[in-house]
């Protein structure tokens, strides 16, 4: 009698980036735990992570897990999705900490039969993941060094998403993390617990200080501010990325504020509030489409790309029609 090979095990790993500390630490938590399994990594923001996770079709579910974290969808039919993935064989997991997505869970929006899930406000996503794990792995007789040399890592990357900003170094690692970009796995994944920065990601923090010196001076150009009827100081502006950065800096000298900035990398808006105000920026990007936390949210406003390019037309058809009067004169 001929015995069947047990099918490779596979990993699918979906989570927000990869320019978001938290995402990819997150990822790299469950990229080690899973040691010997075939791990896939995929990274997502919010505009894309319902087709991203209608786009999951494994070929032997019951040999698949699906690890959704630091980020939730949106639409019903990916609801529908996942349920039928779950019911055909997939086991998937789900860790996130965004008000939003807390809100619909409690109020029985996803319906999906979930091998296991934490969604909790108390700690970033990569500490609901990392500490899950952590359990898991008291119960086995297995240890795994390089899983427990990430507890620096899972730190950074809750103290920065939180904006607590309480351990050093956080912050300039998110950043390293988001100028990297679709590279930042890669670069984080083999660190030790010294988190000793590799070439690259020396080379990236170079290049930090040069763009942020540059939105610096884009949002300076552009700020605006109105006082609202609640006596919050709402800043407006335009920045060139780094949005936190701005906010934080802004933050300590305006307060009761509320800062939103649209950075035209990213095309959407960023939500920061400085440190004495209490505005719930998950509920007020809620309102506009999009979501986050208390003190940090975003949206994306496809109307004031509109607007932009209106302005821009405009200016331009001015000058044209000024042109043509002077050369018909």
Same mark, same amino acid.
């Given at each position: 009698m001929t015995t069947q090979p047990t099918p490779e095990r596979t990993v699918h790993i979906v989570s927000h980036g990869p320019h978001c500390l938290d995402g990819v630490a997150a990822a790299i938590a469950v990229t080690r735990f899973h040691e010997g399994a075939r791990v896939i990594p995929e990274f997502a923001v919010n505009p894309e992570i319902d087709r991203v996770l209608r786009n999951v079709r494994p070929a032997n579910p019951h040999a698949y897990e699906l690890w959704i974290t630091d980020i939730s969808w949106r639409e019903r039919e990916t609801d529908d999705h996942l349920r039928a993935l779950a019911e055909g064989g997939v086991r998937i997991y789900w860790f996130d900490h965004h008000r939003t997505a807390l809100k619909r869970h409690g109020a029985g929006a996803i319906n999906v039969p979930f091998a296991d899930f934490v969604v909790s406000e108390k700690v970033a996503a990569s500490r609901l993941v990392y $500490? %899950?794990? $952590? /359990?898991?792995?008291? +119960?086995?007789?297995? #240890?795994?060094?390089?899983?427990?040399?990430?507890?620096? &890592?899972? $730190?950074?990357?809750?103290?920065?998403? /939180?904006?607590?900003?309480?351990?050093? =170094?956080?912050?300039?690692?998110?950043?390293?993390?988001?100028?990297? =970009?679709?590279?930042? %796995?890669?670069?984080? &994944?083999?660190? +030790?617990? #010294? &988190?000793?920065?590799?070439?690259?990601?020396?080379?990236?923090?170079?290049?930090?200080?040069?763009?942020? $010196? /540059?939105t610096f001076e884009v949002a300076e150009a552009t700020r605006n501010s109105r006082q609202l009827a609640d006596g919050t100081t709402l800043v407006a502006a335009v920045c060139d990325g780094y949005s936190s950065e701005?906010?934080? /800096?802004? =933050?300590?000298?305006?307060?009761?504020?509320?800062?939103?900035?649209?950075?035209?990398?990213?095309?959407?808006?960023?939500?920061?509030?400085?440190? #004495?105000?209490?505005?719930?920026?998950?509920?007020?990007?809620?309102?506009? +489409?999009? =979501?986050?936390?208390?003190?940090?949210? +975003?949206?994306?406003?496809?109307?004031a790309r509109t607007t932009l390019a209106r302005a821009v037309g405009d200016a331009v058809a001015g000058a044209i029609d000024e042109a043509d009067v002077e050369r018909n004169r």
């Open positions: $500490e %899950y794990l $952590e /359990r898991r792995l008291a +119960g086995q007789a297995s #240890d795994r060094p390089a899983f427990r040399d990430l507890a620096p &890592l899972i $730190e950074m990357a809750d103290d920065n998403d /939180r904006w607590l900003h309480r351990v050093p =170094g956080s912050r300039e690692l998110a950043l390293v993390v988001r100028a990297l =970009g679709p590279d930042s %796995y890669q670069e984080l &994944l083999h660190l +030790g617990a #010294d &988190l000793s920065y590799t070439p690259r990601m020396a080379a990236a923090r170079l290049r930090i200080e040069a763009e942020l $010196e /540059r701005v906010a934080d /800096r802004w =933050g300590k000298e305006t307060s009761r504020a509320v800062f939103a900035l649209y950075d035209m990398r990213s095309l959407a808006v960023s939500l920061r509030r400085s440190p #004495d105000c209490e505005v719930d920026l998950s509920r007020v990007a809620e309102r506009l +489409g999009g =979501g986050g936390h208390a003190a940090a949210a +975003g949206c994306k406003l496809p109307e």
